[in-house]
């Protein structure tokens, strides 16, 4: 079946400009994730939706940042006002559930959208 | 919060030659992936291993979660492993996401 599918692949904008970077989760998935990845460094995690549950939004560093994700479905990331520091892969992950007697279910990972800000 | 890491940060290898990368943390977890991110970025499930031992192919992992540790074992590896690996545990707290490890890096020579 199709995996998690991530548009645009590649974003250039000029330092100033907000984007939308828009995520498509495996269908049937009711967890989602979002992350962000800078040249050579590891994951770190931006925000998590969680069914109908309130966002976890603890990961996202500035108030610049914000997702939505609509219909327990597709979900948007927005920069608002981007910087240089915001140049980086942001990728977005799915996983089937969440629940108290298993807790997370396995994650996978869409191709991410490589931004750059100039 | 949690620490994950990961030991050796680089790894250099022969092909056909094994190799162990570790995973540690700092507290109780409920579950714990093992990730390969190839060179074109693209991470992709291993295994899905909160506890017990599974193989697949030339790769098997080990989770001691009473010890806080994770193994990934890589046998008679291939140019195409390398890459980047990455653990993440789910800390063992309903709700929380998963924490990823920072990586090991490894590069298999022809």
């Known amino acids: 079946g199709a995996g998690v599918s991530q548009s645009p692949s590649n974003k250039v904008t000029e330092k100033g400009k907000d984007v939308e970077l828009r995520c498509d989760p495996i269908?049937?998935?009711?967890?989602l994730y979002w992350y962000r990845q800078s040249l050579g460094q590891g994951l770190e995690f931006l925000i998590y939706?969680?069914?109908?549950?309130?966002?976890?939004k603890s990961g996202l560093p500035s108030d610049r940042f914000s997702a939505e994700r609509t219909g327990g479905s597709v979900s948007t990331l927005t920069i608002q006002r981007t910087q240089q520091e915001d140049s980086a892969v942001y990728l977005c992950?799915?996983?089937?559930?969440?629940?108290?007697?298993?807790?997370?279910?396995?994650?996978?990972f869409g191709p991410g959208t490589r931004l750059t800000v100039t | 919060g949690i620490q994950v890491e990961q030991s050796p940060p680089d790894l250099i290898l022969q092909e056909g030659a094994n190799s162990t990368l570790r995973c540690n943390f700092s507290?109780?977890?409920?579950?714990l992936q093992w990730f390969h991110q190839n060179p074109w970025g693209q991470l992709i499930n291993l295994f899905y291993?909160?506890?017990g031992t599974k193989q697949n192919g030339r790769l098997s992992a080990t989770t001691v979660a009473t010890e806080r540790y994770s193994l990934l074992y890589i046998s008679s590896s291939q140019t195409t492993d390398s890459g980047v690996y990455f653990c993440?545990?789910?800390?063992?707290?309903?709700?929380?996401?998963?924490?990823f490890g920072p990586g090991t890096r490894l590069s298999v020579l022809p």
């Open positions: 507290d109780s977890v409920n579950n």
């Open positions: 992950a799915s996983s089937l559930r969440a629940d108290r007697v298993r807790g997370l279910w396995e994650q996978y």
């Open positions: 291993i909160p506890s």
């Open positions: 993440a545990v789910e800390p063992d707290n309903y709700g929380q996401n998963f924490v």
């Open positions: 269908s049937g998935h009711t967890a």
């Open positions: 939706f969680q069914g109908n549950s309130a966002p976890d």
